[in-house]
């Protein structure tokens, strides 16, 4: 069983940058891909970002790319979410989700058994 503990949100202005961490626990983190998800008021849940066991692949949403990059430090356990040039529209709770082992970094939610409690990020223009 993996234990998902998300930090490092808050509040930011337009333009500006925040950084999530997650921490894991309760699994070989090196076994499991891990994917960075957002939900706003009013709408579904959205992937944001994908990486694999490696960290060699990653994946984004269009509405993140080449703002936001999720990278891994299998030495420590924890995965991150750097955000920069934020706008109003990325304003939402962002959960860190996990595979099972050796599951592949897909879009889709229910590829992710494991979900962190979420962390709320808001942006002001």
């Known amino acids: 069983q993996v234990q998902l503990v998300e930090s490092g949100a808050g509040l930011a202005q337009a ?32 992937s944001v970002a994908r990486i694999g066991w490696s960290g060699s692949s990653t994946y984004y949403a269009d509405s993140v790319k080449g703002r936001f990059t999720i990278s891994r430090d ?5 995965v991150y979410l750097q955000m920069n040039s934020l706008n109003s529209e990325d304003t939402a709770v962002y959960y860190c989700a996990a595979s099972r082992e050796w599951g592949q970094p897909g879009r889709d939610r229910n590829e992710y058994p494991y979900w962190g409690q979420g962390t709320q990020v808001t942006v002001s223009s």
């Open 15 to 46: 333009g500006g940058s925040l950084r999530l961490s997650c921490a894991a626990s309760g699994g070989i983190f090196s076994r499991h891909s891990f994917g960075w998800f957002r939900q706003a008021p009013g709408k579904e849940r959205e």
């Open 74 to 78: 299998n030495a420590k356990n924890t």
